[in-house]
């Protein structure tokens, strides 16, 4: 329990210069109780930031605000970086061929990556495409044939 300060440590919002140390994780809430005064507080980086300020903002000495903000960007800054379609083939084209590389993998294994890698480009350009127009998209195959479906299949 007595773990060494991290720089994530949020402030305590009831002393001065407290900063919590980590109890627990519950869903996306973080539980904290303050290395000074012991009170314990959660920290919840989806809430909204700027609603949980304006909720506490008499209560919390504006130091406190600002390292919730900080949490916050550095939060979203994280979970909803975007790339583009050519960085996301890339990199997922990089990874299947070094997988594939590195492993000396039976065809099967093979057309499993090729067809999760072909599949996924598919959905990220088409959201509504099912398993069968990513095959259609991708593969010269007979219309009712399965083709890679069977080819990675218990009955290859
Ligand atoms: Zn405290």
Redesign the pocket.
């Known amino acids: 329990m007595n773990a060494e300060a991290q720089p994530g440590d949020p402030d305590?919002p009831?002393?001065p210069d407290?900063h919590g140390e980590l109890l627990g994780q519950l869903g996306h809430t973080d539980h904290y109780r303050?290395r000074?005064?012991g009170?314990t507080f959660s920290v919840s980086p989806i809430a909204d930031a700027e609603a949980l300020i304006a909720s506490r903002a008499e209560a919390m000495p504006p130091a406190h605000q600002a390292g919730i903000v900080r949490a916050w960007a550095w939060y979203v800054a994280l979970q909803d970086r975007t790339f583009t379609t050519a960085q996301v083939s890339g990199a997922l084209n990089r990874a299947a061929d070094d997988i594939m590389d590195a492993a000396d993998v039976m065809e099967p294994v093979r057309d499993a990556i090729n067809l999760l890698v072909n599949t996924t480009l598919t959905y990220l350009g088409d959201p509504d495409a099912d398993l069968a127009d990513a095959i259609k998209a991708n593969y010269q195959i007979e219309p009712d044939a399965t083709g890679p479906v069977d080819w990675i299949g218990e009955n290859s």
């Open positions: 305590c009831v002393c407290g303050c000074q005064c009170f």
